[in-house]
């Protein structure tokens, strides 16, 4: 689904490579037959932005620094946890079973995992119950502020979760101010979110479950090398759905007008059901002109509720030609 052709981004003004990558609140209802709209990121991305689309409505938004952790409430009789990949955070599983022992961390960039959404089962933290590093120490870095300054480290073990909640012990790098944390799964909620500031406490992130598809916000994603095979760990711009809302979205590049698709053209197309499958790539920079250009596709999405909609991308700045709002059309099916 995500073409990476020849595409070039900027994050933080800083150029990776030759074939590089690209990288609220709420409003009246509106009958969604091509009325456009503009999720506010911030010229920092610092903004996670929560979109409905049967309603048109923005129904929530945070700061990316916000939050570290999220435990999920719908994995049933079992645990889940992402971490926030909007601040390039990353895991690395130690063989450690005793949190209050020093640890060091690894140099060696491949010992670290990411939440990779190109998977299925793509998820840093391995605390499943039937894995075998389910009592292991799993040290984190805490990824990057906005301007892009380190935020440090800190290490978590699971304990003996219940199926209905969560409990796990917190430290420094160090072994010391080791703490435990529990919290129960709340069902109308996606997750239950953490975070390491102010000794460590549960915060309120994510609208209720059931009310929202999209989320615009930076992530962090593979950005392929020119050969198509070798990529890096890169923070992005863009867009990613409902993590239980089962939903999925083909991309039209360019081969028909955003008027021209309806549901009977539909059946032309392969859905991709990733949470990144809408992406980053309908925008490009174009050095020499120092501008955000947006590709010509038409995105065809079903939402958490089954409906179909197309969406295309109109811009990525503002009036004032500040970065980080994407501006967007779209129209039910």
Avoid at 51 to 77: I, P
Avoid at 113 to 135: P, Q, T
Avoid at 236 to 250: R, S, T
């Amino acid at each position: 689904m995500k073409a990476f052709r020849n595409i070039i981004l900027i994050s933080s003004g800083v150029l990776l490579f030759s074939s590089c990558f690209k990288e609220d609140k709420p409003v009246d209802y509106k009958p969604l037959t091509g009325i456009t709209n503009t999720a506010a990121t911030k010229s920092d991305y610092s903004m996670q932005v929560y979109y409905d689309m049967e309603t048109n409505s923005f129904v929530g938004e945070n700061h990316r620094e916000n939050w570290d952790l999220s435990f999920s409430n719908v994995v049933a009789g079992d645990w889940d946890a992402k971490i926030n990949s909007a601040k390039k955070m990353r895991v690395y599983i130690t063989q450690d079973t005793d949190i209050s022992l020093a640890s060091s961390v690894p140099t060696v960039e491949s010992d670290w995992r990411y939440d990779d959404y190109e998977l299925a089962e793509g998820i840093a933290m391995d605390i499943r119950s039937s894995s075998s590093n389910r009592d292991k120490v799993h040290i984190l870095d805490l990824g990057v502020t906005t301007l892009a300054n380190p935020i440090g480290y800190k290490k978590i073990k699971m304990l003996n979760s219940s199926s209905d909640s969560y409990s796990f012990e917190v430290a420094e790098l160090n072994g010391s101010g080791v703490k435990t944390f529990s919290v129960h799964k709340n069902s109308d909620y996606n997750f239950m979110f953490f975070s390491f500031k102010d000794g460590g406490k549960f915060v309120n992130i994510e609208p209720m479950r059931n009310t929202f598809d999209l989320i615009f916000t930076q992530y962090t994603d593979r950005a392929y090398y020119a050969n198509g095979i070798d990529f890096e760990w890169y923070n992005v711009n863009g867009i990613l759905f409902n993590a239980y809302g089962n939903m999925e979205a083909a991309v039209d590049s360019g081969n028909i007008a955003f008027e021209q698709v309806t549901s009977a053209t539909l059946a032309s197309y392969t859905f991709n059901p990733h949470l990144n499958a809408m992406g980053y790539n309908w925008k490009k920079f174009n050095f020499d002109t120092q501008t955000y250009e947006i590709e010509p596709y038409v995105y065809m999405v079903r939402d958490r509720k089954g409906e179909y909609y197309k969406m295309r991308f109109l811009s990525f700045v503002n009036a004032q030609g500040e970065k980080g709002y994407p501006t967007f059309e779209i129209s039910k099916l």
